[in-house]
């Protein structure tokens, strides 16, 4: 058996182990405001449930391990003790998943991963529209259990009001499960369905992907294309040059069938690629209708 002084390694190898032991875990989707009014959304897999009475939630936004830096999300709810939890579906994984890109102060990632922003009832922070379950939390506490990278901040939430969606509520206003249809974390790239298993997600933190928002408004609104296809695309950093297109419709012989395709086929077939994870052949066929 492999025997691990956590003093004696690495941070990072420290908490690999953990999350790849311990999972799968619940994925706390926290919408924030920061002191100028301005959203802030982030996913936290430290999260789960720890008592009705009172109703309280707690997630815990670590110190970022490179260096130590304290995430949006911790510094909002210590400003406005307000917090928004949603719960994350496999319809809005791929989303989720771009809205974890670190961009910069102030970048809304409601926008930036293509979520509407839903007014909340008695909290400052937006629901995401998208989401089947949604939590209007007052923040009653925020313990720091250490000053170095890793470090977690437990957010104590006291639930002021609970959204259900209508199409995952059963009889006698219970939530059915198999409609919920929730995802968990686990290690590395891995997230677990809770009616499929296991699947994975390359982690967006290596590159800064440019967002849904960022989509041509076409392919945004497609019938065709699902919040997860978009999600994946808006997780790319550039667009294809036309050149690459140009040489991708050649190699492929697809010149003369792109013309002659209607966007949703042109659509369809892209969500094929989406399919295969090859995301940058989706663009190309998808940016060859204008070439």
């Not at 799968?24 to 720890?50: D, Q």
């Not at 629901?127 to 007052?138: A, D, L, T």
């Not at 408004?217 to 997860?228: A, Q, W």
Request: aromatic fraction near 6%.
């Amino acid at each position: 058996m492999l025997t691990i002084d956590p003093q004696k390694v690495p941070v990072k190898k420290t908490y690999g182990l953990m999350t790849s032991a311990v999972g799968p875990r619940p994925i706390a989707f926290a919408s924030t405001v920061n002191e100028k009014g301005e959203p802030n959304l982030a996913p936290f897999s430290f999260f789960n449930v720890f008592s009705a009475n009172p109703p309280i939630l707690v997630f815990s936004p670590l110190l970022r391990i490179t260096d130590g830096s304290r995430k949006h999300t911790l510094e909002n709810v210590e400003n406005n003790k307000e917090v928004v939890i949603n719960i994350v579906n496999y319809d809005m994984v791929q989303q989720m998943s771009l809205a974890s890109t670190g961009y910069g102060d102030g970048v809304n990632e409601f926008k930036k991963a293509g979520f509407s922003m839903l007014e909340s009832e008695v909290v400052k922070p937006f629901r995401v529209k998208e989401s089947p379950v949604q939590f209007e939390c007052k923040v009653k506490e925020v313990k720091s259990l250490g000053k170095e990278g890793g470090a977690g901040n437990l957010i104590f939430c006291e639930v002021v009001r609970i959204h259900v969606g209508e199409d995952v509520l059963a009889e006698g206003e219970k939530i059915d499960q198999h409609k919920l249809d929730p995802v968990a974390r686990m290690g590395g790239n891995l997230y677990s369905r809770a009616n499929m298993g296991i699947f994975e997600i390359p982690k967006p933190q290596t590159t800064l992907g440019m967002g849904v928002d960022c989509i041509p408004k076409e392919i945004r609104i497609s019938r065709v294309l699902t919040g997860n296809d978009l999600g994946k695309l808006g997780n790319v950093e550039s667009l294809p040059s036309d050149q690459e297109v140009k040489d991708f419709l050649s190699k492929n012989k697809l010149v003369d069938y792109v013309k002659e395709s209607s966007e949703e086929k042109i659509h369809a077939i892209a969500q094929e690629y989406l399919k295969k994870e090859e995301v940058m052949s989706a663009w190309k066929i998808l940016l060859a209708k204008n070439k």
